[in-house]
């Protein structure tokens, strides 16, 4: 039986919590989390053993304490959250819920801006340095960052592209210093070690999240500046699982395109979901052809792969670029009908 909570490890209380919630709510809460997570839950849950009704109360209140922090921390920064928490429990339980929740929810730079509409982030930044802008939207979800980056003037928007891609560290004492320059309110929590935002993957997501024009003008822009930088950005535009993302017009022009050999190895790493996809796409007769030339292979070397799927993804990055075909962007594509 399972009757004391100072005994349970996190992932043990988080187990007691959803048998507590129960069967639907729990369900709920496992949509929201990756395979492995519900794994180890999943674990946790079947090796526990009687959990007492004191002890599901418990974790409850703990984990509604940590909630209630973490809003106030949200709200007015973590002095604020301990202040107002010691008036309700005291000192010393303050405390431990703080530093629980900051090991645990470690509260990111900006995050107050996060919850704010990207014009009045625009406002706050457009005038501001390149190297700030690009700094915040570092931080911010590739949606926000990608409608604030198609705000900025052309001019602009390759420069704070570029040092997005190119920024590796950036020292507390910078980011505080804009983080209250944005909202003077904000009393940020910044994790005291340096602190990793920005870089290649970060500048694709926003572009990916831009319309066509923006990301044209940033791109040749930058083409022009950097070419190794612009090839490589341009080279993680659009990966080759994101063919599920294409309608069927699409997927059926590009095949036209790619050898049936080069097809054949890149689909010997590619998930169901492409394969049925691109299968789907073909005749039944060249699809039967295709698996039979991926059986009779053999064991395929992943950078033949990896080779193999880029050649595909150049080729649809090629026909979109001469209107061929559509890639599914935000920011306010033109429908074609």
Known sequence: MV??????????????????????????IFKHLNDEDIEELTLEIANMRKVTPELKEKIIEEYYQLCIAQEYISEGGIEYAKEVLEKALGSQKALDIVNRLTSYLQVKPFDFVRKT?????????????????????????????????????????????????????????IIKEVEKVLEKNLSSMVV?????????????????????????????TL????????????????????????????????????????????????????????????????????????EYMGPVRLRDVEEAQQKIVNVIRRLEEAGEIVISRGGGDEIIV
């Open 223 to 294: 083409e022009a500046d950097d070419t190794e930088l612009a090839e490589e950005i341009k080279k993680r535009m659009f990966v080759f699982e994101d063919i599920i993302t294409l309608d069927n017009r699409s997927i059926q022009r590009f095949l036209r395109e790619v050898d049936n050999d080069i097809l054949s190895i890149a689909l010997k790493g590619a998930n169901d979901e492409v394969s049925n996809v691109i299968f789907n796409n073909m005749s039944k007769r060249l699809a039967e052809m295709i698996r039979e030339d991926m």
């Open 117 to 173: 509409d990207p014009d009045q982030i625009l406002n706050f930044i457009q005038n501001e340095h390149p190297q700030t802008i690009s700094l915040v939207l570092a931080y911010l979800n590739p949606l926000q960052a990608g409608a604030i980056l198609s705000a900025l003037p052309p001019e602009k928007q390759a420069e704070v592209a570029k040092r997005i891609a190119i920024m590796d560290r950036t020292s507390p004492e």
């Open 3 to 28: 009757t004391k909570k100072g005994d349970l490890t996190g992932k043990q209380k988080a187990a007691v919590l959803l048998i507590a919630l129960g069967p639907e709510n729990s369900a709920k």
């Open 192 to 220: 005291h070690d340096y602190t990793s935002a920005g870089g290649i993957q970060a500048i694709v997501d926003i572009l990916n999240s831009v319309d066509r024009g923006t990301e044209k003008n940033i791109m040749e």
